[in-house]
């Protein structure tokens, strides 16, 4: 069994990637990404789903929610800048347009309507996760602690410089045995190349799960665009090469009444997190902000 879905395999009319419920092994997370060409618009009925709309490689991205206007600055690529997003209520009536670049829109199956939000940029909160090598950068985009107004869907972005690991140490969610959180999560990668803004064709990392059962344990090599569905298990480590720094997009969401981000670590690495006491964070990090790349060394 493999839950690993590499780039193109999702591929569904003007779409990148398609994961809903229906294709997907679970209930409740979805994803679905574009790539934006002039005059052409992107029509979404919202009918199940609340969104999250985040640009990966587009600037002035137009959306319109029910008719109501906006407008996303974006970024030009995922290792280039923190972006603004829009939160698409349940039931809402979307159009989406551009002249070039990524678009993701990040779903949930939802039962209560919330207002539309666009959030700047600035106001997207930014931590430094870990020590030593693995240290690695969370951008909370719609994450319990920063963002309210949304039902179900969590969603946070991570970037692990060239050398580092990420989802480390292992952890799960999937309401299984004495784990009692349960969320479903898409990794959607991109893997850049040294200082470039975006993903690049040649980048590669590595990604780990396994899970409670011993039925799925695999690591398999990662490259730019590819998913990785996790209905359950362990994950992690998600590896960076030395010249790869990776990016990922996560998207949770659950059958629980109040959204959480909560985890379990596997409790024979547990004692990692302690370790990183004596360790100090990667400079390098943190790598974006909201005014762009943040260069070593530089506040």
Known sequence: MTWFRPAGSL??????????????????????????RPGTVITMTMTDDEGVLVPLSARDVDVTVDGAPF???????????????????????VTIAGTGGEVALCTARATERYPVARIAAADVPVEVRG???????????????SFTGA???????VITPGGNWSSWPPHRHDGIGECTVS?????????GREDGPHGHETGQGLFHVYTVDGSVDETVTIHDGDVYLVPEGYHGPSVAPPEYPMYFLNVLAGPGEDRTM???????????RDAWQGQQPDPRLPWTTAAGRRREGTA
């Open 262 to 272: 909560a985890f379990c670590d596997d409790p024979e690495h547990h004692w990692i």
């Open 11 to 36: 591929r569904e009319g003007d779409a990148d990637v398609v994961v809903t419920p229906a294709t997907a092994p679970w209930t409740y997370s979805g994803l679905r990404v574009w790539t934006l």
């Open 131 to 145: 020590a030593g090598r693995a240290t690695r950068q969370v951008t909370n985009i719609a994450t319990p602690g």
């Open 151 to 157: 039902d179900r869907i969590n969603v946070c972005e």
């Open 183 to 191: 969320n479903e999560e898409i990794y959607y990668f991109r893997m």
């Open 71 to 93: 407008r996303l600055d974006g970024r030009i690529g995922v290792f280039d800048a923190v972006s603004d997003w829009l939160y698409i209520p349940l039931g809402s009536e």
